[in-house]
């Protein structure tokens, strides 16, 4: 696909760590962008300087959405390009000692589900709506190539760690999601993969890096080479990869600099 300023994206969780540094790497190349977050505040300052729309959306509402899709269809015409990088999260170990009751604990399967719900099914959630729009335009070159969506998934699909037992699964439902997707849209000319990030230098690893350095530092040290958490931008990088190289399609790739996660 060529990128250009003809081209529209939507990209969600756009207002911090790897879906800005997408924004940013999308708009370097002249693409108008929608971004797609429920941090108003930060939302509209990154739109005002990089020069992008802001929609408030909940990825976990359908309605919320679907509004967003119109709102940006309206401001920048159909996507072609989505990359999704919101999500909505938890944690617990499957069954753990719980010190004050002195007793064994689950984790309640009312987080699990939300976790489901804030992965997987917000996933194809926006992939399907953004597909559904996708199948309506016109092709943009010879391959009949209409549109990319580009999902997030993580190393922990692969590698989840103790406590990821609802991340590890939402991210291996989204890996999984990847090739029949991409193979249900393959007649509309619509490509579908994931990246799977390892540990990178996002607002809640800065956090860590301000509180307990030491931690931070130890992390760092994990990762093969470079020794080093993975910069945003280098997300960035390769979501722009996907987006231009149309010969990438139901793959989802590790962007991890060879870290393969430990049980702890």
């Keep these: 696909?060529?990128?250009?300023?003809?081209?529209?994206?939507?990209?969600?969780g756009g207002a911090s760590g790897l879906g800005l540094a997408t924004v940013r790497a999308l708009r370097d190349a002249g693409v108008k962008v929608a971004i797609f977050d429920l941090n108003e505040e930060a939302g509209a300052k990154y739109a005002a300087e990089l020069g992008t729309t802001f929609h408030k959306v909940d990825i976990m509402s359908e309605e919320s959405v679907q509004a967003g899709f119109d709102a940006a269809?309206?401001?920048?015409?159909?996507?072609?390009?989505?990359?999704?990088?919101?999500?909505?999260?938890?944690?617990g170990k499957t069954v753990g000692w719980?010190?004050?009751?002195k007793c064994f604990k689950r984790a309640p399967t009312e987080g699990f589900e939300r976790g489901m719900l804030g992965i997987a099914v917000a996933s194809y959630r926006i992939a399907s709506i953004a597909a559904l729009g996708m199948a309506s335009a016109d092709p943009l070159n010879d391959?009949?190539?209409?549109?990319?969506?580009i999902l997030t998934s993580s190393c922990a699909a692969q590698d989840g760690q103790i406590g990821q037992v609802t991340?590890?699964?939402g991210k291996g439902a989204v890996n999984a999601m990847v090739l029949p997707m991409a193979r249900d849209l393959m007649d509309l000319g619509i490509r579908v993969n994931a990246i799977m990030p390892g540990t990178f230098a996002t607002p809640p690893m800065l956090m860590v890096k301000e509180r307990a350095p030491a931690v931070f530092e130890g992390l760092g040290a994990a990762v093969p080479f470079p020794k080093r958490l993975g910069e945003p931008h280098e997300f960035g990088s390769l979501a722009m990869e996907l987006v231009r190289n149309t010969y990438f399609n139901g793959q989802c790739i590790r962007l991890d600099g060879a870290i393969r996660m430990p049980p702890r």
């Design 98 to 101: 719980d010190k004050e009751n």
């Design 143 to 149: 391959d009949g190539e209409r549109g990319t969506i």
């Design 1 to 12: 696909m060529k990128i250009d300023s003809s081209l529209s994206a939507i990209v969600t």
């Design 73 to 91: 269809r309206a401001a920048n015409g159909q996507e072609r390009i989505v990359v999704h990088c919101a999500m909505v999260a938890g944690g």
């Design 167 to 169: 991340y590890g699964s």
